[in-house]
């Protein structure tokens, strides 16, 4: 990829830009459970994962856009914890456990609840900013996992 002069001096694009994750992303379950498994790779502490997404963020060069190429701030209110309730055992850090720290099963259909979508969305959107390579192959499925078609042996 060529730079602008700005850009090389920069060390990267002005204008990189990364879309936030949408309803109808949250709703295929392939992709909720590639974000899950991925989560689940990273090896993060339940209670380290609002710093992480906040570093994440911190650290991006570009800009988040949303389905209309608008540029938007993302809203990390949702991942944050409550006042005095910074303990492993709070609603926030089973949450993440649950959702980033455990691998979904094979047979088990992911789903996003209501009351989740806003951190899902947060962790969702994260993730392929800071992991962009490993995100585009997030909804590939393999054609034949390399077995030997049935009926030849």
Not at 110 to 127: G, I, N, Q, S
Request: one cysteine or more; glycine letters at 4%.
């Amino acid at each position: 990829m060529l730079l602008c002069q700005t850009c090389q001096f920069l060390s990267y694009c002005r204008k990189l830009t990364c879309p936030i994750v949408t309803d109808q992303e949250m709703s295929n379950e392939l992709f909720i459970r590639s974000i899950r498994q991925h989560a689940y790779q990273l090896r993060i502490p339940s209670r380290r994962w609002p710093d992480v997404l906040g570093d994440w963020l911190r650290d991006y060069p570009g800009r988040f856009v949303d389905a209309l190429g608008q540029v938007q701030e993302l809203d990390l209110s949702s991942i944050e914890y409550p006042d005095g309730l910074e303990t492993e055992d709070s609603p926030h850090a089973r949450w993440f456990h649950d959702f980033c720290n455990t691998p979904c099963l094979q047979g088990v259909r992911p789903f996003v609840r209501k009351d989740a979508r806003e951190r899902v969305r947060t962790v969702a959107t994260l993730m392929p900013a800071t992991f962009p390579v490993r995100a585009s192959t997030w909804l590939v499925v393999p054609a034949n996992d390399n077995e030997t078609p049935k009926g030849e042996n």
